[in-house]
């Protein structure tokens, strides 16, 4: 299969050019001008991207797709989730797994979380994705599985939390040395940031206070109990000398002490999501239960913090936009209706993530090239996968996408893919959307037709990382 894009403008981190780019079975094979005459015109498939632009697939680093959670399980599986990321132009997506908390001695394998994740996503992803690795117990046994899925299974990110004590919290102790693990091996430590066991005391004297409300999930998890995390964990990194990767980072306050750590020289990295950039704390008086839409973890934070947010993304000090895509419906939000601590932290994100950070772009609050940066190439360096993906060059993978930068659409969960059955964004209109997406060389979507096929995405063992 050979396909030409032609007539483009090619966006990458550092350049935006004319240009036409040409794909040649799962890659891409050339990037100059009139290439169709260069090839003699002989392609399976043109596509005329005049007034478009070209960009590299979107990488969304932060997905959790059939994932069990809050008692239940998130909306989308491998199928759903990946059909409705390739929607949105995201062309890869790293999910997380999970290390298993079962008894005997095999029982908190990171091996054994990593084959049920590959028994949820083979034969169903239709877009590539890969694996990183949440941690929820360090034993000798488990530093040594890190070594071995950090150099042979391409698994080469952990996730570990200062969060959710009786779930996923660890403490520092195991922080630190999973922090040193990585710093001998190459892989990549990402924080979730908050003080759990903290938000845990200011919940039960809520509760004991009789607030039921969805608004009291983000009003017991106080920005300041992110940074405070986000200052330790930092501080962690630094002592043992490894880089650091703050994920879904939502308050000024954690901003700040990953600035502070960035200008000591930690290397500390951070990524937020476009629910933080574009929703804030009024989202929870939604009348009627409408609240629990917008429960995740951190929780969306006071109008104003926004702003923080975006200046983090032009300067530099967040590296990545991911969706921390974590769907529920709302017959398992109401599973929280008489306490708010019982809904299930998260929403869906995945297929809006290009559209919402593209209105950055029209509003002039991050240029063209940093959009593609925090979409994809910043994603693909950070987490192991830079050359094949997130970028034009030839040689690449063909994952590609012709984005229309005039195309209205307006978000609403009656179109969405995701099988949520609510959006966040319910009603807002956006200015461009993609009309093209390949992956790996292949149209799997064009316009609002799914030209993909289930199973067609393949797992990424991914390389460390390049931060
Ligand atoms: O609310 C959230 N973020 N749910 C998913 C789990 C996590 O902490 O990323
Ligand atoms: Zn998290
Ligand atoms: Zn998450």
Known sequence: MRTLIQHGTLVSPTDTFKADLVMEGETIAAVGTDLNALYGGKFDKIVDATGKYVIPGGIDVHTHLDMPFGGTTSADDFESGTIAAAFGGTTSIVDFAIQPMEEGPTGSSLHKGLSTWHEKAAGK???DYGFHMITRKVTRETLREMDELTKNEGVTSFKLFTAYPGVFYVDDAAIFRAMRQTGDNGGLICMHAENGPVIDVIIEEAKARGETLPEW???????R???????????LAEVAKVPVYIVHLSAAEALEEVRRARDRGVRAYAETCPQYLYLDHRNYQEPDFGGSKYVMSPPLRMPGNEEHLWRGLQLDDLQCVSTDHCPFCMKEKRLGEADFSKIPNGAPGVETRLYLTF?????GRITLNRWVQLNSTGPARLFGLFGKKGTLAPGADGDVVVWDPAKKHTIRAATQHTRADYNPYEGREVVGAPSHVFSRGKLVVEGDKFLGRKGEGKFLKRGTTLA
Do not use: F, N
């Open 125 to 127: 992803a239709v877009i």
């Open 217 to 223: 999930h983000a009003l017991t998890r106080p920005p």
């Open 225 to 235: 109990l992110e940074g405070e995390a986000s200052h330790r964990v930092l501080a």
């Open 359 to 363: 209105q950055g772009v029209l509003s």
